[in-house]
């Protein structure tokens, strides 16, 4: 069974801080999505990286795709209060079907 | 271009009902796809649907059904509801399948929100 596994599980900062939010797996994965969502809203796509080793950056956002295609992380610098929200990784194959992660949830304090 | 929207977004029903939630994919999409959210065990993959015909399932007993219409639309049913099917329901769709690199990008509807009391 594939499981991805985040890190931290919870995580209040105060605004402008830095953090970073891990994604692990024991399976390799074709593409690694990371997602945000807020309460009572659908997972809003934040970006996909495909090849290992990959890093991609959105504006503040930085993420990246391990060499063994098996992990991912999360970077945010100088967080906002709209950056708080949850989280969520999920590992595609060679179908439609995503796994995803446990979450983190993260709440940024003005 | 119009998001994936899903119907209705809360819906109240008591154990052993049945119930069907709609959702209409982003327009050309073909692939429609089920997640089941819950606190305890996050986002699960219900079932995938791509030119009528269902493409995936997830580990979810067979009380838990859809289909796809020509059109794209998808519904899914759940029938005898139990307590433990309360959930936020997610409908997600993607342009892709099958070709080109696999991005699994998917794109995700406001859910609908079901309590079962």
């Known amino acids: 069974t594939q499981l991805l596994e985040q890190s931290p599980q919870f995580l209040s900062i105060q605004e402008g801080e830095n953090l970073t939010v891990y994604c692990n797996s024991s399976?390799?994965?074709?593409?690694l999505q990371w997602y945000r969502q807020e309460p009572g809203e659908g997972p809003v796509l934040l970006v996909t990286v495909v090849t290992g080793g990959e890093v991609k950056k959105l504006k503040r956002l930085t993420f990246q795709f391990g060499d063994a295609r098996k992990d991912s992380s999360l970077h945010i610098t100088a967080a906002q209060p709209g950056d708080t929200g949850l989280y969520l990784c999920a590992g595609g194959g060679a179908t439609n079907k995503l796994i995803f992660g446990t979450g983190t949830l993260l709440a940024v304090q003005p | 271009k119009a998001g994936v929207t899903q119907t209705p977004r809360y819906l109240i029903k008591t154990r052993g009902q049945q119930v069907t939630l709609s959702c209409s994919p982003i327009s050309g999409h073909r692939s429609v796809s089920w997640y089941q959210q819950t606190p305890g065990q996050g986002l699960q993959f219900l079932f995938e649907?791509?030119?009528?015909?269902?493409?995936n399932k997830g580990n979810f007993p067979g009380r838990f059904s859809g289909r796809q219409f020509s059109n794209s639309r998808s519904e899914m049913n759940v029938s005898t509801l139990e307590l433990g099917d309360s959930a936020l329901y997610l409908c997600a769709s993607s342009f892709r399948f099958g070709r080109g690199p696999i991005y699994n990008e998917q794109f995700f509807g406001p859910g609908t929100r079901l309590t079962v009391l």
């Open positions: 399976s390799v994965f074709s593409s």
């Open positions: 649907y791509f030119s009528e015909t269902q493409r």
